[in-house]
């Protein structure tokens, strides 16, 4: 908390995905020409997050819709760097727009782009793919499945698939739903934490949850 008369810092807000992801993508290096084989690429991904830092368990990539080459991965890092907005979806996109050069993926030029996420977007994430540019968005478990451990997904329109296609951007359901809901279990049996606003955690006071920012001065 900044004291009376003390000059306000605002830290600066840097995004980098963990290391580990950067090794996971470059070794599916080869494009994934299957709907199917992108979903299992970000499932492994949701997995490998809960297992390397207890993150969220949700994975998502950009991919070039045609060849299968990845753009760019996505992991869930809401509760690693303190930031209620780094859904799996957003980090992908973001990381995608920074790689391309282009505040949009839909650009004069650029291939047609898709994202492929392990959960149904949630209400942000929905909005976030309208003005990412992604023509398709691929999703293995359905946000219910999400809910059912106890994730808020925010005021969603019931018929958000028909208005994401009335935009142009097509979505396909279910691929490899039970995998993907499998990590959303995995999370809970390792004591993942529930990191909605309304959650128990997040009515705990910061000093007192499980991991304790590591901006905040003692
Ligand atoms: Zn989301």
């Known amino acids: ?10 830290p600066p807000i840097e995004i980098a995905l963990p290391p580990w992801v950067e090794d996971f993508a470059a070794a599916a290096n080869q494009p994934l020409g299957s709907t199917q084989a992108r979903m299992e690429f970000v499932i492994e991904l949701a997995r490998r997050n809960v297992d390397h830092d207890l993150g969220g368990p949700f994975g998502a990539a950009i991919f070039e819709t045609e060849s299968g080459r990845l753009i760019a991965p996505g992991v869930n890092r809401v509760v690693a760097c303190n930031c209620s907005v780094l859904h799996a979806e957003i980090v992908a996109i973001m990381t995608a727009q920074r790689a391309l050069g282009s505040f949009t993926l839909a650009a004069p030029g650029l291939p047609a ?43 969603k329109a019931a018929d958000w698939v028909r208005a994401l296609e009335a935009r142009g951007i097509a979505v396909v359901r279910d691929v490899c739903r039970d995998n993907a809901q499998a990590v959303l279990q995995y999370y809970v049996e390792k004591g993942g934490i529930i990191y909605n606003a309304t959650s128990d955690v997040a009515q705990k006071p910061i000093e007192q949850r499980r991991r304790p920012c590591p901006h905040r001065k003692k």
């Open 113 to 155: 782009c898709e994202l492929v996420t392990s959960t149904e977007p949630c209400a942000m994430c929905m909005g976030a793919v309208c003005w990412s540019g992604v023509r398709r968005v691929v999703c293995g478990a359905r946000d219910e499945d999400a809910r059912a451990i106890g994730f808020d997904e925010g005021p």
């Open 1 to 10: 908390m900044r004291r009376s008369g003390e000059t306000m810092r605002l």
